[in-house]
């Protein structure tokens, strides 16, 4: 007799003789098995297969047995190997490009890291800047984005690193030179405009510090000087005569300008915003609106694209809008998520052509019990036929395990 029945309440002997779904959408070669390991009935719901079909003439319990020596249900192989949700000692394996790429990436981005803390310092102090360390360094940057778009991007939301002014200034840099690679900008171009975020906010040194770290509003005398910090940073570059593009110059002091000429500190409209600076104003929102202060939390990606998509057609062109999306990802890697079905993942790819659908590592099941085999899913290939589907962004200090786990972090 063939039965429907719930995939959490299949048991080891039981003859599964439909999956209802396509092959492409169930993990076996065929849509017929007999249940010999618990793994199989974790691999159906890990697909988000919820019921199935059995044939009891060919299961091998059509006797009903005692209570003590009956299989186990998953449920209750689950309940008896309940462990807090941690992730497997083992670990994760490579399993992408962009896993090649973190260790190169995260040597570069450490380093950078390092020169623009000098870069900051020497600005406090009033000290000779050394662009050619930070060229070098932007250089390494650019080679990372160029053997992957996405790997330094996702270090940055991965790792968090304290102090503000510094790290802000190496983040907008990353964000613009991978958003510039998906533009299909020269390596030249993308030197220049790494540069230029490099410098960005150096301004902020000459801004006292009660009104830089002033936790509440600003008062608009305060928020007057706060402005100056544009034009400030150009300025640095300028006084200390630094051997740079003159459009370095440009994307440090026109950071701030808008397409509707709110922006300051020249009130440029339109196309007199040269491209790059656009791109540094872009990251600098982005970053500033994603990072965690003292005295706010960090928005979500996704809340805080859907923030600079209100923005599009006033302060920003909305064509370059639309590209910064497509190139940061409404789902970033290291994002935490739950898919429809129950089960947790971990962002580990951006599909640019399909934001929505983003490669994933399925960690945990819909009762929260982590996978000692995390499995790599295109969401893209299961989108149609109501497969799985990103249901919400669980926030990091909720996820209750760090996604940094499922990369390949170490040098
Ligand atoms: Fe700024
Ligand atoms: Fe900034």
Not at 183 to 201: A, C, K
Request: contains cysteine; proline residues 6%.
């Amino acid at each position: 007799m063939i039965k429907k029945i719930a995939t959490k309440d299949l048991t080891l002997g039981m003859f599964v003789t439909d999956v209802g779904r396509s092959w492409l959408n169930h993990p076996w070669k065929s849509k017929t098995r007999l249940l010999s390991d618990p793994a199989e009935i974790r691999e159906l719901l890990d697909y988000g297969i919820e019921e199935v079909y059995i044939d009891t003439e060919k299961s091998k319990i059509k006797q009903a047995r005692p209570k003590t020596t009956a299989a186990p249900t998953l449920a209750q192989a689950r309940m008896a190997s309940a462990k807090p949700a941690q992730p497997p000692s083992k670990p994760p394996e490579v399993t992408s490009e962009l896993e090649r790429e973190l260790p190169k990436a995260y040597k570069a981005y450490s380093k950078a890291l390092d020169t623009s803390k000098a870069l900051v310092a020497a600005c406090y102090m009033n000290k000779r800047i050394e662009v050619s360390e930070v060229q070098e360094n932007v250089d390494e940057l650019v080679e990372s984005v160029s053997r992957n778009q996405d790997a330094l991007t996702a270090l940055i939301k991965l790792r968090r690193f304290d102090d503000y002014t510094y790290t802000h200034c190496l983040n907008v840099s990353v964000l613009s030179i991978s958003t510039g690679k998906a533009l299909g900008l020269s390596d030249e171009d993308l030197r220049v405009l790494g540069m230029g975020t490099m410098f960005h906010d150096l301004g902020k040194t000459r801004i006292p510090a009660y009104i830089l770290n002033k936790p509440g509003k600003l008062t608009d005398q305060e928020f007057e000087i706060m402005r100056t910090h544009a034009a400030l940073s150009a300025e640095i570059i300028l006084e200390q005569k630094l051997n740079v593009d003159d459009l370095v110059i440009k994307v440090a002091r026109y950071h701030h300008e808008r397409m509707d000429g709110s922006g300051y500190p020249d009130h440029l409209k339109g196309n007199e915003i040269p491209n790059l600076a656009t791109i540094c104003g872009l990251s600098d929102v982005y970053d500033a609106l994603t990072s965690d202060r003292v005295y706010h939390k960090g928005k979500l990606p996704h809340d805080a694209l859907k923030f600079i998509y209100s923005l599009r057609g006033t302060h920003f062109e909305p064509s370059w809008v639309d590209r910064f999306v497509q190139s940061v990802g409404i789902y970033p890697p290291g994002s935490v998520v739950e898919l429809n079905s129950g089960h947790v993942g971990v962002v580990m790819e951006i599909n640019h052509g399909s934001l929505l659908c983003p490669i994933i590592k399925v960690v945990a099941d819909p009762n929260g019990v982590i996978s000692n085999r995390p499995k790599l899913v295109n969401l893209k290939d299961y989108a149609s036929n109501g497969g799985w589907s990103i249901k919400r962004v669980i926030p990091p200090s909720e996820a209750g395990f760090d996604p940094a786990y499922y990369f390949n972090m170490k040098e």
